[in-house]
């Protein structure tokens, strides 16, 4: 089992729409979560961290953890073509928070 | 500020020459990281250097060599590298080993 999952995608809305993004476990120590944007060709950008249950919310990006369920997600409002591209939810292993580990990521496709 | 620079941006080199990777960052972050990352695939953790001090080593094979000079710099010397390290070289950095992660745009390599 992978530590941390992400459903690959595409995961395709139309422009204006929310789009949810989700990522599951398995550490259930695991503390700390990030997400990261990708655009193909580029590096990672961080868009939300997150260290505690419930929402944070910033700007069109609200991310939401469940420690219970050992669940991530991430919400984009109001979507536009600029958000295409494969976002990676990471965690940080129990004892280990320098590490981060990464879930495959999921394609995201905002269309017109 | 956010900014972590990596040079160079494009690197060919055959299997027998010695080349270095150079990653900087002005925020005064005292953990950095260097990171591969192969197409479709997350990021995999190379090394950890918290405080100018190596503190992982995720096995890497010894044909790559990090190097801290300081709290700002960073290299990763390669020597007799194999076709299958070409990669997207990304450098982070964070506040401590225990914060937020923020990457450079990396370093393509191909070895031929």
């Known amino acids: 089992q992978k530590e941390v999952e992400q459903n690959s995608g595409p995961l395709s809305v139309p422009e204006g729409a929310i789009a949810s993004l989700n990522c599951t476990y398995s550490?259930?120590?695991?503390?700390?979560f990030f997400w990261y944007r990708q655009y193909s060709g580029k590096s990672p950008e961080l868009i939300m961290s997150?260290?505690?249950?419930g929402d944070k919310e910033d700007g069109r990006f609200t991310a939401q953890l469940n420690k219970a369920s050992q669940y991530v997600s991430l919400l984009i409002r109001d979507s536009q073509p600029s958000d295409s591209a494969t976002y990676l939810c990471?965690?940080?292993?129990?004892?280990?928070?320098?590490?981060?580990?990464f879930g495959t990521g999921t394609r995201l496709q905002v269309t017109l | 500020d956010t900014e972590v620079t990596q040079t160079p941006k494009h690197l060919v080199m055959g299997m027998t020459n010695k080349k270095s990777l150079k990653c900087e960052q002005h925020?005064?972050?005292?953990?950095m990281y260097w990171y591969k990352q192969k197409a479709k695939k997350p990021p995999e953790l190379m090394f950890v250097?918290?405080?100018?001090?190596?503190?992982i080593n995720e096995s890497v094979p010894s044909r790559f060599s990090p190097e801290c000079p300081n709290s700002s710099l960073l290299n990763l010397h390669l020597h007799a590298l194999q076709p299958e390290d070409s990669a997207l070289y990304l450098c982070?950095?964070?506040?401590?080993?225990?914060?937020?992660?923020?990457f450079g745009p990396g370093t393509r390599l191909t070895v031929t």
């Open positions: 925020m005064g972050h005292r953990a």
């Open positions: 990471a965690g940080t292993p129990t004892g280990t928070a320098s590490k981060l580990t």
């Open positions: 997150i260290y505690s249950n």
């Open positions: 982070a950095s964070s506040q401590t080993d225990n914060y937020e992660q923020y």
């Open positions: 550490d259930r120590g695991s503390q700390s």
């Open positions: 250097y918290s405080y100018e001090k190596l503190s």
